[in-house]
């Protein structure tokens, strides 16, 4: 287990708390407020971050006093995407799985072992905080890279700061964007392919324009500007806020979400199985510094 291996185990909800790393969790006006809180490898998701955010998420949802979640960042940026190279990475972890009745990842070897890993903690739990009861916001500053698309897109919507900035440069790893797929849903298709095949990144007021984005303001007023909104939200019925939740939803997945994001799974691990045929790689090269290279 987590303990055993010398990683930290995740956090349960009992035990999250205002400086807890490597999330952290305060609630004020009725707003649970949900930090990314690894500032010094800017906020690079291991699977400890990504259970301590699930427990976050729980509390906040069986919180009766919170009618809003924001999700943001602690330090320089929101996230520079998934943890593949820091001290901290956690790969060969056993955590027990949440999202997803599937098998433990840690015994198994090659395919079979990413494919289990990644139907749990990246298309399982996104899937999982998609479908939160609450409103929830994501309050984005500085990078936003790869894996962090994946956390703001789960939110219902996205205030950014104007030093915001976005990618997904996996394309250069031979693979076809990141595991949530709703790169054509969230950006248009044509964007989505200009940003995938270049893998450069755009700015805030460019994924407000594409209607990725709803406000951008300067970052000194970023945290006004998503409190006055969650003070709005906050004066609706909270079940009536779930079932517009849910209602938009379903019509998401009507439009093909659900069913995209299955389909390019699987074209995402045959190009992890082809880059190790080619290279013995599965990230194709790729490693911690030339992706956190992204953010700066």
């Known amino acids: 287990m987590a303990e055993a291996a010398g990683i930290p185990a995740p956090l349960t909800p009992d035990q999250l708390g205002p400086d807890t790393s490597p999330v952290a969790y305060e609630v004020a006006a009725g707003v649970a407020y949900v930090t990314l809180n690894r500032p010094d490898y800017r906020n690079a998701q291991n699977s400890v971050m990504t259970y301590s955010l699930d427990a ?21 940026h929101f996230s520079a995407g998934h943890d ?39 298309t399982g739990m996104c899937r999982r905080w998609r479908e939160i009861p609450k409103p929830m916001i994501a309050q984005v500053h500085g990078a936003c890279i790869a894996g962090g698309l994946m956390l703001a897109w789960i939110c219902d919507f996205i205030v950014a700061s104007d030093d915001a900035f976005f990618s997904d440069p996996v394309v250069r790893m031979g693979i076809p964007g990141v595991e949530f797929f709703a790169h054509a849903f969230v950006l248009g298709p044509r964007r989505a392919k200009e940003i995938l095949y ?16 709803n406000h951008v303001v300067p970052r000194n007023e970023l945290d006004g500007k998503v409190n006055e909104i969650a003070a709005s939200i906050a004066e609706m019925p909270q079940l009536g806020l779930a079932l517009t939740k849910k209602a938009v939803n379903i019509c998401e997945d009507q439009m093909g979400l659900r069913n995209s994001i299955d389909s390019v799974f699987g074209w995402h691990h045959f190009a992890h199985s082809a880059n190790v045929e080619a290279n013995g790689d599965s990230l194709g090269g790729m490693d911690a510094h030339s992706m956190r290279d992204s953010a700066k």
């Open 56 to 76: 976050a998420f729980v509390k906040a949802v069986q919180d009766a006093d919170v009618k809003v979640i924001v999700l943001r960042g602690n330090g320089q």
């Open 84 to 122: 593949i190279g820091t001290p901290e990475r956690d790969f060969t972890v056993e955590y027990p799985n949440v999202a997803s009745l599937y098998w433990d990842h840690t015994d198994r070897t090659g395919a079979d072992q990413r494919l289990a890993r990644e139907i749990e903690v990246y």
């Open 198 to 213: 270049t893998g450069q990144r755009f700015t805030a007021a460019q994924a407000q324009d594409w209607g990725m984005v």
